[in-house]
RNA sequence: GGAGCGUUCGUCUAGUGGUUAGGACGCUGCCCUCUCACGGCGGUGGCAGGGGUUCGAGUCCCCUACGCUCUACCA
């Protein structure tokens, strides 16, 4: 049997990281099995869907590399993907059901539920439906439901006994089904629950691992409920540890970006979150950390990831998000960055200096941890420095630093203009004047680009022109005294 | 309140009865070097606590503590 897993979102708000792993698990086990992987929306609750959100959740899931086999926009045999859309076979499951006699109508109002809620807090009994309507003659039923008399559809679960299912990761996990209470199968609105629609598409679309997150074991043993009383034998179930704050917590935009967009807009790769995310909670057995799509792929078993939750490292993403930067040719950059430059207000320069953007680039990629730092970093490719860095002004511009910079500039008009003979011209100028290479270099940097750190400065002097860099150091000489 | 799940350096993890408890990020020392970053070499730092089982326990069992999740006509 071919394996066949999905990610099942709900649309109502942005692709946290917590589901993106969940999907990526889906995603790496479907392609190392040889199976497919599908996107379905769960879409049952109408008062918080959300159309902008299921746009951003495709766009972020494709902008990470998960692409599904079945599901929205690929189709696929067990269309539709919508479970909104679905409806009726919902309705046809939980009718058999009621006609098995293992699902029944409520017809509690809302407020007498929640008056029974109130009771049991105050009372400190446990929560949970009092199966009021379980014993409604059926007969009485139908006639009530065919009267148009709004009602749910509950499970009626078993008052004894225990529900008992394996975990891939943690063994076998069991339940008292005395704890557990009549679920609601049908809403009054006619549409399911999480739970019946989630079984019976996963029945009908061949599911046969499920990998979600772990805040739905709870809920595993009412499901285990629910495939019995249809008949079905139910899926593997593989529960995944959640994804937690730095300081433990919830992950939220607070603590931490927690949406795959502001990794993206924060200048993350994608290949650079995917390997991370794939390495929270899961390990290839090695030593092996940084690694490629195929190689995460290869290595992929369920047996390894861990049950307990793993707080989300920003510090470890940006140095991996480096380590990819450095592999990233140039040329793949370029877009993001130039995108970046013109949020920053630069687009003129861009213009007018087309060739400049490679150029910084390529002298800037290598030593950034992200793609907005590679702009941050090297505005001065842009515009002259306005101001210069306080810490480097009083330790490299010293007394008679202007004089040499003077000198250094009449070399500069003739010198021929790469890098190679720019250095050739500084280890000359340095001997001539019996100071230290760096006491040129320095003073250098700091005019050109107001800051201590940066590129080899013989590369960045030639990045940018002759004409420019004169000007510049003039403007130094003027600014900081000489 | 109840139920469930979890607990190896600060963080991510390796480890399935016998290890000097290994690696990575971070922090830090040195080297490389025109700076920064990269890289190389070293250091820092951990089995939540208590009982068992065993010749021997991070590894198996129990208890406690702590954390998290669920306890909706949300997923």
Not at 218 to 226: A, I, Q
Not at 458 to 470: G, H, N, P, Q, S
């Amino acid at each position: 049997m071919t394996v066949r897993v999905r990610f099942a979102p709900s649309p109502t708000g942005y692709l946290h990281v917590g589901g993106a792993r969940s999907a990526l698990f889906n995603w790496l086990f479907a392609r190392k099995m040889g199976g497919k992987f599908l996107l379905r929306i769960e879409d049952t609750d109408q008062s918080r869907y959300n159309e902008t959100a299921l746009h951003d959740l495709i766009r972020d899931l494709k902008w990470l590399g998960l692409n599904w086999d079945e599901g929205p926009e690929v189709g696929g045999p067990h269309e539709p993907y919508y479970q909104s859309q679905r409806l009726d076979l919902y309705k046809r499951h939980a009718d058999e059901l009621i006609a098995k006699g293992s699902a029944y109508r409520c017809f509690c109002t809302s407020e007498r539920l929640d008056a029974l809620r109130a009771r049991q807090e105050e009372n400190k009994m446990p929560p949970g439906y009092d199966r009021h309507c379980r014993d409604v003659d059926p007969e009485e039923s139908n006639r009530r439901a065919a009267a148009g008399e709004v009602h749910v559809v509950r499970l009626r679960t078993p008052m004894s006994g225990k529900t008992v299912f394996t975990d891939l990761i943690r063994g076998e996990i069991e339940y008292q089904n005395h704890v557990l209470d009549d679920l609601v199968l049908l809403k009054t609105d006619g549409f399911p629950t999480y739970h019946l629609a989630n079984v019976v598409d996963d029945h009908d679309m061949q599911i046969t691992h499920v990998l979600r997150g772990d805040e739905w074991i709870p809920s595993t043993p009412r499901h285990v409920l629910l495939y019995q009383a249809f008949g079905w034998t139910p899926p593997v179930f593989c529960h995944l540890p959640v994804i937690l704050a730095p300081g433990g917590g919830k992950l939220s935009k607070r603590k931490g970006a927690a949406s795959v967009g502001d990794f993206r807009d924060k200048g993350y790769l994608p290949h650079a979150l995917f390997n991370f995310l794939a390495l929270l909670g899961w390990s290839p057995g090695d030593d092996r950390e940084k690694m490629t799509l195929q190689e995460l792929v290869e290595s992929f078993s369920l047996e390894r990831i861990m049950p307990k939750s793993a707080a989300f490292d920003e510090i470890k993403l940006e140095w991996l998000n480096g380590q990819y930067l450095i592999d990233t040719p140039v040329d793949s950059l370029l877009d993001e960055v130039r995108r970046i430059l013109e949020l920053r207000g630069y687009a003129a320069e861009l213009a007018a200096q087309p060739s400049m953007l490679r150029k910084h680039v390529s002298l800037l990629k290598d030593r950034s941890k992200r793609i907005d730092e590679i702009v941050d970093t090297g505005l001065y490719f842009w515009r002259d420095p306005d101001t210069y860095d306080e810490k480097a002004v009083a330790k490299y511009w010293k007394a008679e630093t202007p004089e040499r910079m003077r000198v250094l500039c009449a070399q500069l008009q003739t010198v021929t203009w790469d890098h190679a003979s720019l250095e050739a011209c500084y280890r000359a100028l340095t001997e001539t004047l019996g100071i230290k290479f760096a006491d040129l270099i320095h003073p250098t940097r700091l005019a050109v680009s107001g800051l201590s750190y940066g590129p080899g400065l013989f590369e960045l002097l030639e990045a940018l022109d002759r004409k420019m860099v004169i000007d510049r150091i003039h403007r130094a000489l003027e600014r900081l005294g000489g």
